[in-house]
């Protein structure tokens, strides 16, 4: 597939380990206070100190208990929701600074994939307008023009050009999502945040769906970032993942070191959650188990968050908050104790 | 995986234009295609065979009338309808207390009732649709403001609010269609608030901002088709209550002044002999019910066919 031409300003020169986008100390804190006349304000902490990059080309899958603030976090890079504190640098540029027609411009170099395909389309639009909305919206193609971009996008998701005059409620939830993803590609994004974009799916389309995104991901040459609450979804599509709990990146590394090298007693809690089929693994893996629920974002516990559920908590972790601290190369983790080799000792002490 | 149904033919005029790979680019034409779906439904169809008639007979008023509109015959006052004892066949619907022909005053009536019935609904209805499209979607102080003056003027008691405006500015037809306007939008302003409210938290919104669709395009193009089957089912329905809201401010003096003549009018006219001479009060009243009834009919159609998903059904 060639790489569809566009008027899309030239990228300056990218040098190519230099981050495409960047977080540095963002939060988001929703207002929760009960009541006009309280005093005492409450916030709930969705979104608490994120710092994290991603390089050009590149798919960070984020993973997390459903009110970890991962979604929060994709609504922030592509400013659905105005963070609280901290930058976002996309491109040397801080996305919370920009406003009306210069934030509505740098927009076309960040979409967005959805999670509900039945809620993220129009019911009243025919799919050609749908597709045809981002085109529309900054004029960038016309009249026949238009059309011939439309189709090419269709094609390129798999879609058919004589489903372009149907309406939403006419397709499943994966040829919506399709549609979903080739209005997300329209403007030749040089980002794409995915929130959970299979999660809404029946199994066997889910595959289809990320096949279909992986593919796109190396054809255009796009940088994704990649939101889901299970491990399964990203290890199949990421290059580098981490891993939230209540409003932290907890662990942050490639796939392959996540999946054999888990330093953080979380992830390893969410790997052994992941179902094995051989009943022979399945008997011999030793299990961490996480006892309790997510504790509230309002009132988070002090020092390490996770401490209320971790196996290797001590006076330390309920104190002191761990630093974010890149532990290995590429492996970054904020806990006190990291684990040694996905087996539960303690590394240090 | 892709099975389809293909609905109907590429019409020519397009497929002439575009050259093949456009061939599926297709729509039917609009007129056709509206005449199919209203084929399709009785009740549509019925009602809009309804609403056309009192139309035609509104804009034909002079020539459908056997009588004219003040037209007294002393010598058959109070006359019963034909088909009662004592009624002659020359006025079919009978006669009122002046010796009118009531048949010949409703055909009258009707240019002004449909007139103060549908514009004043299309008055309130712009001025509330933007009211609450506006304040629902941006929220903040523009829906504080407006939502205070909506309880402003819901806490006013409506009659009494338009019997101000209409002393003020002398009584007549479009004073008439402006006060009512300017009263009953609040109805629409706070209905289609919630609407736009529920509607603007939905993907489909959060996605064109995510586009970077201005916010005026996004009100235009996602949250006013999704908001407008609840509009075009609260204004048929207002037209039913602004006929009556008519027929009170006849009553009280203040609404359609003589020799005009509206439905609402006659009604209130013949509220004094309804005990002894049901016919006055009946036949205005029922000349009501049923043009209420045909709009409410081809507003449901219309709500129906302005929503995608009924298509093809």
């Known amino acids: 597939m060639n790489k569809a031409k566009t008027a899309v300003k030239p990228t300056q020169q990218s040098k190519s380990k230099s981050p495409l986008l960047e977080l540095k100390n963002v939060k988001k804190h929703f207002d929760v206070t009960e009541g006009w006349f309280t005093k005492e304000r409450e916030y709930l902490r969705a979104v608490d100190g994120l710092n994290f990059t991603v390089k050009k080309g590149e798919t960070l899958g984020i993973v997390g208990e459903s009110g970890c603030g991962k979604s929060t976090t994709g609504n922030l890079i592509v400013r659905l929701l105005d963070p609280t504190e901290g930058e976002i640098i996309f491109e040397g540029e801080d996305l919370t600074k920009l406003e009306g027609e210069k934030l509505r411009q740098k927009r076309r170099d960040i979409q967005m994939i959805f999670q509900d395909p039945f809620s993220s389309l129009n019911p009243r639009m025919r799919v050609f307008e749908l597709i045809a909305e981002p085109l529309r919206t900054h004029q960038t193609h016309k009249g026949e023009d238009l059309k011939k971009r439309v189709y090419e996008l269709m094609d390129t998701v798999g879609l058919n050009e004589e489903m372009a005059q149907r309406f939403p409620h006419e397709f499943s939830g994966g040829q919506r999502q399709r549609i979903g993803i080739a209005r997300a590609l329209a403007l030749n994004p040089k980002l794409i945040v995915c929130d959970e974009p299979v999660s809404a799916l029946d199994v066997s389309i889910q595959s289809q769906i990320l096949n279909l995104l992986q593919r796109l991901q190396k054809e255009l040459e796009l940088t994704l970032v990649f939101i889901a609450h299970g491990l399964p979804a990203v290890k199949h599509i990421s290059d580098r993942i981490a891993v939230m709990y209540l409003g932290k990146v907890v662990e942050l590394t490639t796939r392959e070191k996540l999946f054999a090298n888990p330093m953080h007693p979380y992830t390893e809690g969410l790997l052994s959650a992941v179902p094995v089929p051989d009943p022979e693994v399945r008997e011999s893996r030793e299990r961490v188990v996480l006892k309790g629920d997510i504790p509230s974002p309002v009132n988070p516990p002090s020092g390490c968050s996770f401490h209320t559920r971790c196996p290797f908590a001590d006076e330390k972790c309920k104190q002191e908050v761990p630093e974010f601290r890149e532990l290995k190369p590429d492996h970054f983790v904020s806990c006190h104790y990291p684990l040694e080799s996905g087996k539960g000792t303690l590394q240090n002490n | ?313």
């Open chain 2, 1 to 313: 995986m892709n099975q389809q149904i293909n609905p109907e033919p590429p019409s020519e005029s397009q497929a002439q234009a575009a050259p093949d790979t456009m061939k599926k680019y297709k729509k039917s034409s609009p007129l056709v295609r509206w005449t199919k779906l209203l084929l399709r439904s009785k009740t549509g169809t019925v009602g809009l065979l309804i609403v056309l008639t009192v139309f035609i007979v509104g804009i034909f008023a002079d020539q459908l009338a056997p009588f004219g509109v003040n037209e007294q015959n002393y010598a058959n006052m109070l006359a019963p309808p034909a088909w009662q004892e004592g009624g002659t066949s020359e006025h079919i619907l009978g006669t009122d207390n002046l010796g009118r022909d009531i048949l010949s005053r409703i055909i009258y009536g009707t240019t002004i009732s449909l007139l103060v019935g549908i514009f004043s609904v299309v008055v309130a209805g712009i001025l509330g649709m933007g009211a609450g499209l506006f304040s629902g979607y941006y929220g903040g102080w523009v829906d504080t403001v407006t939502m205070r003056m909506v309880d402003a003027f819901l806490s006013i008691p409506n009659i009494l609010f338009i019997l101000v405006i209409l002393a003020v500015l002398n009584p007549g037809i479009m004073t008439l269609i402006f006060a009512i306007g300017v009263t009953n939008w609040v109805i629409y302003a706070r209905l289609i608030r919630g609407e736009v409210l529920s509607v603007k938290e939905r993907e489909y919104v959060k996605a064109a901002k995510s586009i970077g669709t201005k916010n005026l395009t996004i009100i235009r193009r996602h949250i006013l088709p999704n908001v407008f089957s609840t509009f075009i089912v609260i204004s048929t329905l207002s037209v039913a209550t602004t006929i009556i809201l008519e027929a009170s401010l006849s009553f009280l003096g203040m609404g359609v002044q003589p020799p005009d003549v509206s439905w609402g009018y006659m009604l209130s006219d013949g509220r004094d002999y309804l005990a002894t001479n049901w016919w006055l009060a009946t036949f205005p009243g029922l000349a009501i019910t049923i043009t209420v009834l045909g709009i409410i009919f081809l507003g449901d159609w219309l709500r129906d066919v302005l929503d995608p998903r009924s298509q093809g059904r």
